[in-house]
Nanobody, 118 residues
Framework: QVQLVESGGGLVQAGGSLRLSCAAS????????MGWYREAPGKQRELVAT???????NYLDSVKGRFTISRDDAKNTVHLQMNNLKAEDTAAYYC????????????WGRGTQVTVSS
């Protein structure tokens, strides 16, 4: 089992910033993917930002230029720096990690709420 503990959510005004963190209970050095999804009420869960093999990054189009994902392998932690937040970024943000070496091979955090007031 792998535990993921998220932190950093909260209430912020539009244009503000938040930094989410996700700490894993196992090494993330060789994982195949790790990052963040979000789910807003009445909407489907969508991939916000992720690392894939080789430390490549992918971002949701609507957050490009505003959000930055980073990782600290020594602390088994992934961060999501969110700048210039908009009301449409309001959602529950979930951290996930996937590794072919684990069984099961995918784990999720409990989520952290981000609310952006306009």
């Amino acid at each position: 089992q792998v535990q993921l503990v998220e932190s950093g959510g909260g209430l912020v005004q539009a244009g503000g910033s938040l930094r989410l963190s996700c700490a894993a209970s196992k090494s993330i050095f060789m994982v195949n993917a790790m990052g963040w999804y979000r789910e807003a009420p009445g909407k489907q869960r969508e991939l916000v930002a992720t690392f894939t093999s080789g430390s490549r990054t992918n971002y949701l189009d609507s957050v490009k230029g505003r959000f930055t994902i980073s990782r600290d392998d020594a602390k088994n932690t992934v961060h999501l720096q969110m700048n210039n937040l908009k009301a449409e970024d309001t959602a529950a943000y979930y951290c996930y990690v996937r590794s072919r070496m684990w069984n099961p091979n995918e784990f999720w955090g409990r989520g952290t709420q981000v609310t952006v007031s306009s």
